[in-house]
Structures are given as C-alpha cells and as structure tokens.
C-alpha cells in the first residue's frame, strides 16, 4: 500500500490544467446568472395599451423585481437576469449543474476521491457539456422576445460571458479527456497509476 503521508488532504495541484479551466469557467457560468441577460427597450409610451395579455403578466413579473420600471412615465426600458422573474423557472437548472461541476472539480483535489472514481474525463465532459447546452438554450431562447412588438428586446453582458464561459468549460474538459487519452495510449499502465 502506498500513501502519500507529505500530500495535504486538499492540493489544488492535483487539477490538471483542464480541470483548472472547467472549474474556473464553470465559475463564471454560476457568476453570470446573476447579472443581466436579457434587455428590452420599449418604443412607444402608450406600449401598455397595445400589450396582449402575456406580454402584460411578463411585465408585470418584471416589475415585481424592479418597480422603478412600471411606475415612470418614460417607455421602459429593463433588464432580467437568467434567474430573476420572467426569465422561467427552468434557467435554475443551469445554476445547479455550475454548481455540481464547481463542486466536482474541488472534489478531484481531495487525496481519496482523485483515486477513488476511475471515469473522471467521462463525467467532467457530461458535465459540461449539459451546462454548455443549457446555456445555449437559454441563450437562443430570449424571454423577452414576446415583448417585440413593443419595442426591441437583445440579449446583454450576462448572457455572452456564460456563453463563452461554457464553451471554456467544455473546453477544459476536452483537455481533460485528450491528456488522459494520450497518456494510455503510450501506456496503460502508466496511466492507471497516474490517473489519480
């Protein structure tokens, strides 16, 4: 048996570089859902008249978060985060799964678990490729896109880094699974005994 009695129980030099960018930009993915995503700008101030029924409860959803917004004078103009109201309930799902991939690429610095689970390329790339396309998906389906006809809605700052920041997640994990590809290529041996 061996153990590594000099090693610390928690070592970030057990994350490959690919591990390092997964965790980083999965980071970024959780950060992003905070800040806004989406935007509209109205176009006219008499928009509330000519609102339909949804484009009305979307409004005032928003409004519930930011009542600066419903009680001007002035055509609105708002933004929504991925998490905040009239974005959907499911966008959450995106903030769990940056979560879980955070989490897992800590776990991989612990001593017992880098040894203990013998798929981590596996999952580290299922991982990221959910969050990345969740993301996707949230990204191409804009809420406020119902708003249109009211004026124009776009996506804003929020949006474009969790974007890039999953692409960098999956990124990472590619890495991830080409390294431990190349090393068992050369030798499987080897690359049983590094795996951990």
Known sequence: MTSEPNLPPFDLSRLRPGDVIAGIASFLVLISLFIPWY???S????AGEQATPAQQQLVLAICGDQ???CSSDVPPQ???SALGAGAGGWRFLILVVAIIAVLYVLSRALAPAARAFPYHWQVLVGITAFQGL??????VANPLGILDSLGSSSWAFGAFVALIAAIAAGAGATLVMQEYKKLHAVSPALS????G
């Open 67 to 69: 009542p600066a917004v």
């Open 43 to 46: 176009a006219a101030a008499q």
């Open 78 to 80: 708002f933004s929504v």
């Open 39 to 41: 935007s509209v700008a």
């Open 192 to 195: 049983n005994a590094v795996r």
């Open 134 to 139: 969740l993301v996707l998906i949230a990204f």
